[in-house]
């Protein structure tokens, strides 16, 4: 592109190129932030900031969960998991402290050891490998304008919705108490046996990674700084918000007040929905909903940097369309069952000291172990 000025072209660089292509969406952005601070509230309007910082790091460092998993399992490098370490260590370092000073202002995402957490974290591994990303991963990578990501987007809507009104049923089966370890052993221990399993994982990733002899890099900067910062947007999600990052039940909420408008679901006869606050979160605007409001905002972010560089995606078979959309509804089905994703089971689980965040990554790697394979199979 060149500029004109008397007659003589002057060619423009390729940053100025760049700004004026994002100026339309970054106006469009900062007009949805102040009609939030205007018309809902100033807490929903900084979340939408928070999820635009989230979907920023995760589509501009290529941050993905799902991708350091695979390349642990294939590639034996590590650096993706030893990044989502660091994450969790920073993420942890600043929320624990938190939920002790703030018992009653912050929550935990605590969810209950059960037979539906068991199955539904493994489905998930698996699935998501072959979906090639988790909740917040199908989100930027739908923002980025990756067709498959943003098919498997309302499939994993439908799943998370019928997840959830399914939810008691596979509750019954068998599950215990929620077990919070700031609360059953105080921030210090809590944070000082999360250390531990960090290292400990830590170690086994880099067995891994050196079977066979092979030594690679296992520290990644651009990874590492890109989880630092999601790790302070997230403790700052939970100041603000109250409660912890999650993704997958904004998702589920979407589904309910689509099929509540449609009048196929009746959420006063399901026992999820029929809870007070879930019911009220349904009643009310979506724009209310703290999960709904950062979800909006990672796809914003990656849309914003999607408009300096689109990315590739190689075309995809009708079948392996067909598989693509079946593993994005077991994503959403097997997440709710697992009481979150990769976000709200393991990075804010895990961080705000839940023993069901630990019980969901052995389970989800144990599945990625086999979505590998079928990944591979049918040539992803």
Known sequence: MRWRHAGVAFPLSNDFQQAMSRLPLSLTIAVCVAALAWFVSLRQSALFLVGLGMGGILAGARFGFTTGWRQLIEQRDPAGVMAQISLLFVAAAISM??????????????????????????????????????????LYKAGLGIPLNMAILPMFILGSFLGSAH?????????????GLVNEVGPLSAFALTCLGLVIVGALALAWSRRGGERRRWLDRRLIIA????????????????QPW?????????????????GVFDPTTNAFWSQPGNFNALTQSAFLDVTTITNLGILAGALWISA???????????????????????????????????????????STGSLHGWIWVAMAFCGSLIGVRLRRRFSF
């Open 227 to 242: 989880g630092a910062g999601l790790a302070l947007l997230a403790a700052l999600n939970l100041l603000i918000a109250g």
């Open 308 to 350: 300096r560089k689109a990315p590739g995606a190689k075309p995809l078979t009708g079948k392996q369309w067909v598989i693509g959309l079946l593993a994005g509804f077991l994503l959403g089905y097997s997440s709710r069952l697992a009481f979150g994703c990769n976000v709200g089971a393991m990075v804010s689980g895990i």
């Open 97 to 138: 402290p938190l939920l002790a000073m703030f018992p009653g202002d912050l929550m935990a995402a605590l969810g209950p050891p059960s037979v539906s957490l068991l199955i539904g974290a493994f489905v998930f591994g698996a699935a998501m490998q072959i979906a090639d990303g988790c909740g917040s991963g199908t």
């Open 167 to 179: 939810l008691d049923r596979w509750l019954s089966l068998g599950a215990t108490q929620p077990v």
């Open 246 to 262: 999650g993704v997958v039940y904004g998702f589920g909420l979407w589904g309910a007040k689509i099929a509540t408008a449609a």
